[in-house]
Structures are given as C-alpha cells and as structure tokens.
C-alpha cells in the first residue's frame, strides 16, 4: 500500500536507477524518502528495493562521489532502522547488515585518511578517502555513530 499514487512508480525507478553509481543522486532519492517517518516500511516491503540500497551502500572505488554514494546509502538505511517494522526486514538481508557492518568498521581505516585529506585541502587539493567539504569532523562523527546504532539495532531485531 502506498500512500501517494506514483511512489510505487518511483521506488522501482530508484531500484532500476540504483547501478547508477558515478553521483550519489540515486543514494540521496533513497535517503530523501526514508527522511519521511511513513516510507520507511514501505521501502523495505518494496521489492528489490533492500538489494538495491545495499548494492550502493557497498560501492567499490575510491574519491569523494564513491564516499558520497556509500554514506548516502547508509544513512537512508539508518533512517529506515529506526522503524520497528522496517528493522525487521532490514535485518534479514544480508547486504544491509554486511554494508553496515563495512561502514561502522570501515570508520577506523578512514580516520587516518581523513586527516590526511584535511591537510590536503589546505594544500588545495582533496585526496582523501572521504569528502569532507562542508562537513566538520563532529559531522562525520555523527554519521558514523548513527551507523552504528543502526548496526546494533539490526543485530538485535535478527
């Protein structure tokens, strides 16, 4: 049951679109409707729809648009976790709790990364892991202790 006539059109547009990996334009689609408390569960129902997010949430590459696209991707999980309904879903497919178990351990590789690409932008160049323009550390602390809440969440909902 969708609550809008064409947001079953549109999932499985996002679905169909989800190998679109060179922007996180796809990742953000997904975020931007598991921001809306009532789409969360319907999202996990949709089919493929879970496949699809965690196909992003694990995107290989390296450079800022990767990073974006994994975070992105991560983050609408996270939001969609917060729902009992949907956590159920969520943490029966093994893509979601393998992309956030990547991203919650995958922090500690990129901490080292990280510092070297804020002393590159000082340089004037991002060669970073992560893209850290316009985001402070405290910014990229937060997302990734939200990702591991979501984690934890899921775990404990199997």
């Given at each position: 049951?969708?609550?809008?006539?064409?947001?079953?059109?549109?999932?499985?547009?996002?679905?169909?679109?989800?190998?679109?990996?060179?922007?996180?334009?796809?990742?953000?689609?997904?975020?931007?409707?598991?921001?809306?408390?009532?789409?969360c569960v319907i999202m996990a129902h949709h089919h493929g729809l879970l496949n699809a997010l965690s196909r992003l949430a694990l995107t290989r590459g390296e450079?800022?648009?990767?990073?974006?696209?994994?975070?992105?991707?991560?983050?609408?999980?996270?939001?969609?976790?917060?729902?009992?309904?949907?956590?159920?879903?969520?943490?029966?497919?093994?893509?979601?709790?393998?992309?956030?178990?990547?991203?919650?351990?995958?922090?500690?590789?990129?901490?080292?990364?990280?510092?070297?690409?804020?002393?590159s932008e000082l340089e004037g160049s991002v060669t970073g892991f992560m893209d850290t323009s316009g985001k402070s550390e405290d910014d990229l602390s937060l997302?990734?202790?939200?990702?591991?809440?979501?984690?934890?969440?899921?775990?404990?909902?199997?």
């Open positions: 049951k969708h609550p809008m006539i064409a947001q079953g059109a549109l999932l499985s547009a996002l679905v169909k679109a989800a190998t679109w990996t060179n922007t996180d334009c796809i990742a953000e689609a997904f975020r931007a409707q598991a921001s809306f408390r009532d789409n450079g800022a648009d990767a990073e974006k696209v994994r975070m992105a991707s991560c983050l609408a999980i996270e939001l969609m976790s917060r729902h009992d309904e949907a956590r159920a879903l969520l943490s029966q497919n093994e893509g979601i709790i393998m992309a956030l178990t990547k991203a919650s351990y995958g922090e500690e590789e990129r901490d080292g990364d990280l510092r070297e690409s804020n002393m997302q990734s202790r939200r990702i591991q809440v979501a984690l934890k969440n899921l775990v404990g909902a199997m």
